[in-house]
């Protein structure tokens, strides 16, 4: 490699490292961001224990746990924007073995826990919130449709 050589990678090295300092690592997200928090009934009633919410977005999302009360909290914010919300049910703590003497007696574990099938789905659930930066309460009250 000659001197001429060397100092053009020279020179491109140090044009790297300046464009790495300028624009961060990568790890420093500073795109604003809201805390998600409310409650969740159907019919004004609690859902079944073990059922969670989620929102997705084109920007991001995240879900929590819903307590036996309806509340949730979402442990981290997500980014501001709009949001489709969906309910997903619990899963069933049922035994393979507990599950197929249920089917047998004609008592088989609803799936969706008894919330209505248009929830599940966020593209048909209707439900929509828009997340502000800061604390957000978003309260929902499913109908039994």
């Known amino acids: 490699m000659g001197m001429g050589s060397l100092r053009k990678f020279f020179a491109l090295g140090l044009v790297v490292a300046v464009a790495?300092?300028?624009t961060?690592?990568?790890?420093?997200?500073?795109?604003?961001?809201?805390k998600v928090q409310g409650k969740v009934t159907l019919k004004g009633g609690s859902l079944p224990t073990g059922a969670s919410i989620a929102f997705s977005g084109g920007t991001g999302g995240g879900s929590a746990s819903i307590?036996?009360?309806?509340?949730?909290?979402?442990?981290?914010?997500?980014?501001v924007g709009s949001y489709r919300v969906s309910i997903v049910p619990p899963t069933t703590s049922q035994s393979p073995e507990e599950a197929m003497?249920?089917?047998m007696a004609g008592k088989a574990a609803d799936p969706s826990g008894g919330i209505p099938a248009k929830y599940l789905d966020p593209a048909q659930s209707g439900l929509t919130f828009e997340v502000k930066a800061g604390n957000n309460d978003a309260n929902f009250?499913?109908?039994?449709?």
């Open 20 to 22: 790495v300092v300028i």
């Open 24 to 34: 961060g690592c990568g790890g420093g997200d500073s795109a604003p961001k809201g």
């Open 101 to 103: 003497k249920a089917a």
């Open 141 to 145: 009250d499913l109908s039994a449709e």
């Open 67 to 79: 307590d036996a009360t309806g509340a949730y909290k979402l442990n981290e914010g997500i980014p």
